[in-house]
C-alpha cells in the first residue's frame, strides 16, 4: 500500500519561511519523480515543484527563488523549503509521486501565511 505522509505546515507571519516534508512508502521512491503541489479555497490545483529521479528540478514561476525542493532517497522523504512567504502561498499542500503513469498523493498540510 503506497502511502505518502506530509508534514511541516502551520500558520506563519509574511516574510517568514516553512520546511515541509514528505515520507514515502509503497514505492521504490529513488525511481519517483517527487513533487508539491498546492489548493488554495475556490482554486484548482497546481504544481508548486518536481524533482526527478536524477535530481533535476522545476519550480512554478511565482516561487522560484524563494522555495527549494530536494529529496533524500535514503530516507524516503521529499522536502519543500519555503522561504520569504506571501499570503498568497496559502493553500492545502500536497505530495505527489510520478512513476511509469503512476500516480499518487498524499492527505495534504495546511499552510496558512497571515499576520
Known amino acids: 500500500q503506497v502511502q505518502l505522509v506530509e508534514s511541516g505546515g502551520g500558520l506563519v507571519q509574511p516574510g517568514g519561511s516553512l520546511r515541509l516534508s514528505c515520507v514515502a512508502s509503497?514505492?521504490?521512491?529513488?525511481?519517483?519523480?517527487m513533487g508539491w503541489y498546492r489548493q488554495a479555497p475556490e482554486n484548482q490545483r497546481e504544481l508548486v515543484a518536481y524533482?526527478?529521479?536524477?535530481?533535476?528540478?522545476v519550480y512554478t514561476d511565482s516561487v522560484k527563488g524563494r522555495f527549494t525542493i530536494s529529496r533524500d532517497n535514503a530516507k524516503k522523504t521529499v522536502y519543500l523549503q519555503m522561504n520569504i512567504l506571501k499570503p498568497e502561498d496559502t493553500a492545502v499542500y500536497y505530495c505527489?509521486?510520478?512513476?511509469?503513469?503512476?500516480?499518487?498523493w498524499g492527505q495534504g498540510t495546511q499552510v496558512t501565511v497571515s499576520s
Open positions: 524533482i526527478t529521479s536524477g535530481g533535476n528540478t
Open positions: 509503497g514505492i521504490i521512491f529513488s525511481i519517483n519523480r
Open positions: 505527489n509521486s510520478l512513476s511509469g503513469g503512476y500516480r499518487h
